[in-house]
């Protein structure tokens, strides 16, 4: 699961329908104590202490998250989660030193790191879920790491030898191995969107995009090129130079509105095609309220100086919680007693499996 993946984050149960929707009880200003405290700490401690702050992020996070009445919970171990980055460092560091000896050795360490890659993914992910509860369940992933090899390694590198035409492919495969293998307490989840609903959702994305460049291009074209056919000797025609730098501004505002409209397809996709067991994940981002967050969040960094960015994560992620809902076949009070009795009946048997984030 990607995230659970704002301002507030809370739960509220429609009278009229066994729909709940998860919202958000914390705040800006909460947050960017932790974040900035954090920031600092990291930074003194010439990063070791990014694991704790991990840790206490994601604490704060979880706890605001609330559905039926009731918050989520991290249990991330930091020492746990400094062995993965020490184990990322040691790889990546020991990837630039090999190539600084010789060619071969660079590319065997290379090699090595493409052969492990997908196993340390896995066990990110079982530490992820596992560290993750509700109402005192645990959630978990119980894919194999032959699962992970094929999603993580023998897709991507079929992607790339197709020149990413089979790219829509390989997010469905990745997208289906992380849902269907996820659990929570011992009922599991589903998901059942097709190969042919990314490739639609690509080439809708994309399409929209080529369609804005070609008409800022026709709308920019006479200018552009009278910066290149306007000039004569050593003069040069600024109000043209002008026009291009804002033809570059206008082309690269553009590629940046375009990642909120293909979030939002990709997102909607996902988790309308996600349940948990007979219960029905809906979700119903918009667009336009997706790229007006998104813009509004790089100007208020800009402005000031970064110091928005907690800000902003929580104004992203909570719009994008606060769009997800559950469609409860029942009682979610009988689901979550039944699921409780089905876990104490048989166990976790997890607790000395993962010890263990590679912390992507």
Same mark, same amino acid.
């Given at each position: 699961m990607?995230n659970f993946q704002?301002?507030?984050?809370? @739960?509220s149960?429609q009278?009229?329908?066994?729909?709940?929707?998860?919202e958000?009880?914390?705040?800006?200003?909460?947050?960017f104590?932790?974040w900035i405290?954090?920031l600092?700490?990291?930074i003194v401690t010439?990063?070791?202490?990014s694991a704790?702050?991990?840790?206490?992020?994601?604490?704060?996070?979880?706890?605001s998250?609330?559905?039926?009445?009731?918050s989520f919970?991290?249990?991330?171990?930091?020492?746990?989660?400094l062995?993965g980055?020490? @184990?990322?460092f040691?790889?990546?560091?020991?990837?630039q030193?090999a190539?600084r000896?010789?060619?071969p050795?660079g590319?065997a360490?290379?090699?090595?790191m493409?052969?492990v890659?997908?196993?340390l993914v896995?066990?990110?992910?079982?530490?992820k879920?596992?560290?993750?509860?509700?109402r005192?369940?645990?959630f978990?992933?119980?894919?194999?790491?032959?699962q992970?090899?094929?999603?993580?390694?023998?897709?991507p590198?079929?992607?790339?030898?197709?020149?990413?035409?089979l790219?829509? @492919?390989?997010?469905?495969?990745?997208?289906?191995?992380?849902?269907?293998e996820?659990?929570f307490?011992?009922?599991?989840f589903?998901?059942?969107?097709?190969v042919?609903q990314f490739?639609?959702?690509?080439?809708?994305?994309i399409?929209?995009?080529?369609?804005g460049?070609?008409v800022? *291009?026709?709308g920019?074209?006479s200018t552009v090129?009278?910066?290149?056919?306007?000039?004569h000797?050593?003069?040069?025609?600024?109000?043209a130079?002008?026009?291009?730098?804002?033809?570059?501004f206008v082309?690269?505002?553009?590629?940046?509105?375009?990642?909120p409209?293909?979030?939002?397809?990709l997102q909607?996709?996902?988790w309308?095609?996600?349940?948990?067991g007979?219960?029905?994940?809906?979700?119903?981002?918009?667009?336009?309220?997706?790229?007006?967050i998104?813009?509004t969040?790089?100007?208020?960094?800009v *402005?000031t100086?970064?110091?928005?960015?907690?800000?902003?994560?929580?104004r992203?992620?909570?719009y994008r919680v606060e769009?997800l809902?559950?469609?409860?076949?029942g009682s979610?009070d009988?689901f979550?007693a039944?699921?409780?009795?089905q876990?104490?009946?048989?166990?976790?048997?997890?607790?000395?499996l993962l010890?263990?984030d590679?912390?992507?």
């Open positions: 990607d704002n301002n507030d984050f809370s @739960v149960q009278s009229s329908s066994s729909t709940l929707q998860l958000f009880r914390g705040s800006g200003s909460e947050y104590r932790i405290v954090n600092l700490l990291t010439l990063g070791i202490y704790w702050a991990k840790v206490r992020r994601n604490r704060y996070l979880y706890s998250t609330h559905l039926g009445g009731s919970e991290y249990h991330g171990n930091a020492i746990a989660i062995k980055r020490i @184990v990322a040691v790889f990546v560091f020991g990837y030193l190539f000896f010789s060619v050795l590319f360490m290379m090699l090595m493409v052969a890659m997908p196993w896995w066990k990110s992910l079982q530490f879920l596992y560290n993750s509860s509700y005192g369940i645990r978990g992933f119980r894919g194999t790491a032959g992970a090899y094929s999603t993580f390694l023998l897709w590198l079929l992607a790339g030898i197709t020149l990413y035409l790219a829509p @492919v390989l997010h469905q495969r990745l997208k289906r191995f992380q849902h269907n996820s659990r307490g011992s009922t599991h589903s998901f059942n969107a097709g042919g490739y639609w959702a690509y080439l809708v994305g399409g929209i995009l080529l369609a460049v070609i800022i *291009c026709i920019f074209g090129m009278a910066l290149f056919a306007g000039g000797g050593d003069k040069f025609d600024v109000a130079a002008a026009s291009f730098g804002l033809f570059i082309l690269y505002m553009w590629m940046f509105a375009i990642y409209i293909f979030l939002t397809l909607n996709l996902i309308n095609h996600t349940k948990l007979d219960h029905q994940f809906k979700n119903n981002l918009q667009w336009g309220r997706m790229t007006f998104a813009i969040n790089i100007l208020g960094i *402005c100086l970064g110091l928005f960015i907690p800000f902003a994560q929580i992203s992620l909570r769009s809902q559950l469609e409860v076949n979610l009988d979550i039944e699921t409780q009795e876990v104490n009946a048989t166990g976790e048997g997890m607790a000395d010890d263990f590679l912390s992507l």
